[in-house]
């Protein structure tokens, strides 16, 4: 067996926009979830709360060093994900580049492409149907049953 050494980590969540900031949210207790105003009218939605990332994911590119054509490549949940390990390579304080070198990223979430689940649910709390294809993109598990 290969020895593993967690060597740096990133977080990216409601509850905080780098790591320090959620663990401190975590350690205080911080409520991160409550209404989701445009559910709150809509009878089609049965869930009204939720938590959602309030950050502005270019301005964190920018300030972690994230390079544009990755910004161009990705969508919102892909690019979360850059975001957070890039804050994982500069927690470790790791300044090299990791063209040519054996590098593994861990990543845990909660689900694929967000903009996928934002448009199905605009289409159904707007009681309008999407096509199938839209459901194909969205993984099975997610959906309400």
Known sequence: MSRIAVTGMGALSPAGQS??????????????????????DNPQCRIKIGARIRA????????????????????????????TALEALRDAGYTGGLSGRKTAVIVGTTM???ETEETLTRLLCSNRSPDRELYRQYPSENLAK
């Open 112 to 114: 694929g492409e967000i």
């Open 56 to 83: 502005d994911i270019s301005a964190l590119l920018d300030t972690a060093g994230c390079p544009a054509d990755i910004r161009r490549k990705y969508g919102k949940a892909a690019l979360y994900t850059v975001y």
């Open 19 to 40: 790591l320090s900031a959620f663990w401190e949210s975590l350690y205080s207790g911080r409520t991160v979830y409550g209404p989701l105003e445009e559910f709150a």
